[in-house]
């Protein structure tokens, strides 16, 4: 059984940074995407960045060169560290698992999804 839990959300000023950690366990795929989305308020969920098994990376246009992500796979986590944060990084923010070849960000081809964490960023 898949099991995907986020934290280090929360709340902070406009700049900032937060790292954000999703433990997952029961994930048996050998070829995977691992991968950070998020949910502003009002809007539909979108993609934020994924690593691939393979260790190839992608991320969406908005968050490039503010965003990382990483993974330790002995602890079996994966971390979105986020930098210069701006309000419209506000959102609930999920990790999420898929069986892939290639590193994408089409949340509907996500089989497995955390519970979120809510990140807030005030001007």
């Known amino acids: 059984q898949v099991q995907l839990v986020e934290s280090g959300g929360g709340s902070v000023q406009a700049g900032g940074s937060l790292r954000l950690s999703c433990a997952a366990s029961?994930?048996?795929?050998?070829?995977?995407?691992l991968g950070w989305f998020r949910q502003p308020p009002g809007k539909e969920r979108e993609g934020v960045a994924v690593?691939?098994?393979?260790?190839?990376?992608s991320y969406a246009d908005s968050v490039k060169g503010r965003f990382t992500i990483s993974q330790d796979n002995a602890k079996n986590t994966l971390y979105l560290q986020m930098n210069s944060l701006k309000p419209e990084d506000t959102a609930m923010y999920y990790c999420?698992?898929?069986?892939?070849?290639?590193?994408?960000?089409?949340?509907?081809?996500?089989?497995?999804w955390g519970q979120g964490t809510q990140v807030t960023v005030s001007s």
């Open positions: 999420a698992v898929d069986l892939c070849l290639f590193a994408h960000l089409v949340a509907g081809a996500f089989d497995y």
């Open positions: 029961g994930v048996t795929y050998t070829k995977y995407c």
């Open positions: 690593i691939a098994s393979d260790g190839r990376v």
